[in-house]
């Protein structure tokens, strides 16, 4: 019998899929420059037909696996200034 709860390798709750690292990326630059295209591209594999003016922030995530690992990335697109 051991202490050890969960077996070794598995995240929190053993759920497998359940990122081990959350990253926060916050894009900035000026506006009109195309932040908001460059997040949407990443994170959903296609350019946006159309956008707007970005106010505030808008949030985007996105889930990796590397070397049978699980990241998600926190994108922010803030607004040009």
Same mark, same amino acid.
């Given at each position: 019998?051991?202490?050890?709860?969960?077996p070794p390798?598995?995240t &929190?709750?053993?759920?497998?899929?359940?990122?081990?690292?959350i990253?926060k990326?916050?894009?900035?630059g000026?506006?009109? &420059?195309?932040?908001?295209?460059?997040?949407y591209?990443?994170?959903s594999?296609?350019?946006?037909e159309?956008?707007?003016?970005?106010?505030? &922030?808008?949030?985007?995530e996105?889930?990796?696996?590397?070397?049978?690992? &699980?990241?998600?990335?926190?994108?922010?697109?803030t607004?040009?200034q």
């Open positions: 019998m051991t202490d050890s709860i969960a390798d598995t &929190v709750f053993g759920d497998p899929d359940r990122p081990k690292r990253f990326i916050i894009v900035i000026d506006s009109h &420059v195309g932040k908001t295209c460059l997040t591209r990443f994170c594999g296609k350019f946006p159309k956008t707007e003016a970005t106010i505030g &922030v808008d949030f985007r996105k889930t990796l696996e590397i070397d049978d690992e &699980v990241f998600k990335l926190q994108i922010w697109d607004a040009g």
